[in-house]
C-alpha cells in the first residue's frame, strides 16, 4: 500500500486542473458542474466505447434531443438508426427506456443519489456512481477500466482480474476525496488514458509517481495483473442480400436479443458450423460473394454474403425494400455495413 495516502488526491487534482481534456460533456476543472442529462448521456455512451468514437454521436444525440423530454419523445426506430454504429444496442434501449422514466416519473430530473441512479433502467453501479460524482458532486467511488489499472498499479496489487476487483475497489475508496469528487473521478479517467496506459505508462510524466508502489517494483505494466483469457467462442453464419428494382431487402431484426430491433439484412441463425443456404428469403440463384467478421461482446461472429436478384414473377418477401443508394441512411448494425461495403466494393 502507498506510504502516504492522502498525498495522491491532491496531487492528481493540481495535475487535472493544468491537464484535464476538454471533452463535449465536461465543465473545465474547478467550475460547476455540466448538465446532468449531457454527463449521463455521455456516461451510457462511453460504456465500452472509446472517446473518440463517442464525440461525434455525443454531439449529434445533443443537438437533436437537447434534453429529457425531447429524448423521452422520440420514437423507437429513429433513435435506434441514430445509435447505429456505436454497438452495444441494449444501451440504446436502455437509453429510451431512461429517457422515459426520467420525464414521466422524475419531473425530467435525473435522481440526485447513486440509490436513485440505479434504480433507473440501465445504469449500473460504475454509471451511477460516475453521475453522482460527476453531475451531483457526490462522494462516490468510481471504477472503470482506466481507473482499475491507475489503482492495481498504484497499490501494486497481486489480485489477478476479475477476482481482483473488491481489492480495487477497496483501494479506490481509500483514496477518494471528500470534496470535489467529479473532479477527482474524471482525473483518474484522464491519468488512465493518458499517463498510465495499458501497455507503456508514461510515469515519468505522472503527477502520482513518489506514492506508486507498481512504478517502485519497476514493472508497472504487470499491474493488474490478469488470469488466462478464454477465447471467444466462434460462430457462422449468412447475410442475404437480395436486390429487386435498385433496391435491397432488409427486414427488423426481432424486437428481443442480440441487435433487437434494428433494421437489418436477412439472415439465419448465427451457430458454431457454418449454416449454407437454408434460410434464405426466397428460393434464387444465390451466389456467395465473400464474407464478414465481427467481434462481439461474448463471440466472433463470421458470414458468408451472399447475393441474389429477386427472380421475376416470384412474389416480394416481406420486408423494406430499400434504395442501395442511400442504404447509409438505414441505420444498419456494423456487421451488415460491413456486408454493404463488401457489396459496394464489386460493383
Ligand atoms: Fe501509472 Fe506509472 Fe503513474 Fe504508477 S507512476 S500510476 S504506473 S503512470
Known amino acids: 500500500m502507498p506510504a502516504n495516502l492522502s498525498a495522491i488526491a491532491p496531487a492528481l487534482l493540481d495535475w487535472y486542473d ?17 448538465d446532468p442529462y449531457r454527463v449521463w448521456l455521455s456516461e451510457v455512451m462511453l460504456q465500452q466505447t ?33 445509435w447505429a454504429g456505436l454497438g452495444y444496442y441494449a444501451r440504446a434501449r436502455n437509453l429510451l427506456a431512461c429517457a422515459r422514466a426520467v420525464a414521466n416519473e422524475h419531473g425530467g430530473m435525473l435522481p440526485d443519489t447513486e ?25 462516490a467511488v468510481v471504477v472503470d477500466a482506466n481507473v482499475e489499472r491507475v489503482v492495481a498499479r498504484l497499490f501494486a496489487l497481486p ?27 474524471q482525473a483518474m479517467m484522464d491519468l488512465g488514458s493518458g499517463i498510465c496506459t495499458p501497455r507503456t505508462p508514461r510515469c515519468l510524466l505522472c503527477p502520482v509517481r513518489t506514492e506508486c508502489d507498481g ?6 505494466e504487470a499491474f493488474p495483473r490478469k488470469a488466462p ?57 444465390w451466389q456467395v460473394m465473400g464474407a464478414v467478421a465481427h467481434g462481439f461482446t461474448h463471440f466472433r461472429l463470421s458470414c458468408t454474403v451472399a447475393a441474389a436478384t429477386l427472380p421475376a414473377h416470384m412474389p416480394a418477401p416481406d420486408g423494406e425494400w430499400w434504395p442501395i443508394d442511400s442504404l447509409d441512411e438505414a441505420g444498419m448494425p456494423t456487421v451488415f455495413v460491413r456486408a454493404q461495403r463488401l457489396m459496394e466494393g464489386l460493383r
Open 18 to 34: 493544468a491537464n484535464a481534456r476538454s471533452l463535449p460533456w465536461r465543465a473545465p476543472p474547478g467550475t460547476p458542474a455540466p
Open 50 to 82: 472509446q472517446v473518440a468514437t463517442v464525440r461525434p454521436y455525443f454531439e449529434k444525440f445533443v443537438a437533436r434531443w437537447p434534453d429529457f423530454a425531447s429524448l423521452a419523445a422520440a420514437e423507437d426506430a429513429e433513435l435506434m438508426a441514430a
Open 115 to 139: 440509490e436513485g441512479l440505479r434504480a433507473l433502467p440501465g445504469l449500473g453501479a460504475y454509471t451511477a456512481a460516475a453521475i453522482a460524482a460527476i453531475a451531483f458532486g457526490r462522494r
Open 159 to 185: 489480485q489477478p482480474l476479475p477476482a481482483g476487483r473488491p481489492a480495487i475497489r477497496t483501494a479506490t475508496e481509500s483514496i477518494t476525496p471528500d470534496a470535489r469528487a467529479g473532479d477527482f473521478a
Open 215 to 220: 512504478f517502485a517494483t519497476g514493472h508497472p
Open 229 to 285: 483469457r478464454r477465447e471467444k467462442p466462434q460462430r457462422h453464419g449468412t447475410l442475404f442480400w437480395l436486390e429487386h428494382d435498385a433496391r435491397v431487402l432488409l427486414v427488423r431484426r426481432p424486437a428481443k436479443g442480440l441487435l433487437g430491433g434494428m433494421r437489418a439484412l436477412p439472415t439465419g441463425p448465427w451457430a458454431e458450423t457454418p449454416p449454407g443456404m437454408a434460410e434464405a428469403p426466397v428460393d434464387a440463384d
